[in-house]
């Protein structure tokens, strides 16, 4: 198993920005599909972006596309979430997680490390 920590999460105006970071040790950090999922007050934890191995392949959430953008570098066993024209909807505890299954997906089940989560507060 890999162990995830989450970093960058904070409070911030709407139409603002945020960098999430995902910092990981244990196995081979390359062997793993990386992803961020985010869970808000009283809702199901949900999918948000995901990369595969090689960061050949990205997969974004409807609600986030062309707004977030995930990226990773395997040298340094990180993975990134760059968030911009954050709204009040984005609020949240966001998840860095960890599949050993390929392709990427967004199916929650299929991914078996989990950080501890950060808070994202955005005010509108």
């Known amino acids: 198993q890999v162990q995830l920590v989450e970093s960058g999460g904070g409070w911030v105006q709407a139409g603002g920005s945020l960098r999430l970071s995902c910092a990981a040790s244990?196995?081979?950090?390359?062997?793993?599909?990386m992803g961020w999922f985010r869970q808000a007050p009283g809702k199901e934890r949900e999918f948000v972006a995901a990369?595969?191995?090689?960061?050949?392949?990205?997969y974004h959430a409807g609600s986030v596309k062309g707004r977030f953008a995930i990226s990773r570098d395997n040298a340094k066993s990180t993975v990134s979430l760059q968030m911009n024209s954050l709204t009040p909807d984005d609020t949240a505890v966001y998840y860095c997680?960890?599949?050993?299954?390929?392709?990427?997906?967004?199916?929650?089940?299929?991914?078996?490390?989990w950080g501890p989560g950060t808070q994202v507060s955005v005010s509108s």
């Open positions: 990369i595969s191995r090689n960061s050949g392949s990205t």
């Open positions: 244990g196995r081979t950090f390359s062997s793993y599909v």
């Open positions: 997680a960890a599949s050993s299954f390929t392709p990427i997906s967004s199916t929650l089940p299929l991914y078996n490390s």
